[in-house]
């Protein structure tokens, strides 16, 4: 099969996977917790994928940055879906939506506090940097 046919294909199955996920979730077993937020681990394991090519490459600089930023994302994204599946085994069959809200909300503080953090670290090492003469 040409590899123009095979990404389209899982980009196909995965959405499938998660709307049928996002639809069955109210039914409050586990599994369906993870298919629907399925997207959320994507971005963290390409970054490990791209981390680990890296280093087989001979680029460990670029390969441990992208292995911190894969870690830094992924573990609260995991987090977050564990969470999700753990509240939908726990909660009334009523009270779904609002247990996943809850993660949700947790998940994106999270996130806005390690994007602050993260420009914070990127502002301050933009300074040094020209303080250090740029580029000359």
Do not use: C, K
């Not at 995965?14 to 937020?37: N, S």
């Not at 791209?50 to 995991?78: E, K, W, Y």
């Not at 599946?85 to 609002?98: H, I, Y």
Request: hydrophobic share 60%; no cysteine; proline share 7%.
């Amino acid at each position: 099969m040409p590899e123009i046919v095979v990404g389209p294909a899982i980009v196909v199955v995965l959405i499938v996977l998660m709307l049928i996920g996002a639809r069955r979730q109210p039914t409050g077993h586990p599994i369906w917790g993870w298919f629907a937020h399925l997207p959320v681990l994507f971005a963290p394991a390409g970054l490990i994928v791209a981390a680990i090519s890296q280093l087989l490459r001979g680029n460990p600089a670029i390969g441990i940055l992208f292995l911190a930023l894969g870690l830094i994302l992924g573990i609260p994204a995991l987090r977050y879906v564990s969470t999700v599946s753990t509240r939908l085994r726990t909660s009334p069959p009523g009270e779904v939506s609002d247990e996943v809200a809850g993660a949700m909300a947790d998940y994106m503080l999270t996130r806005m506090g390690i994007m602050l953090i993260g420009a914070i670290v990127l502002g301050i090492g933009a300074v040094i940097w020209a303080i250090a003469g740029g580029f000359n």
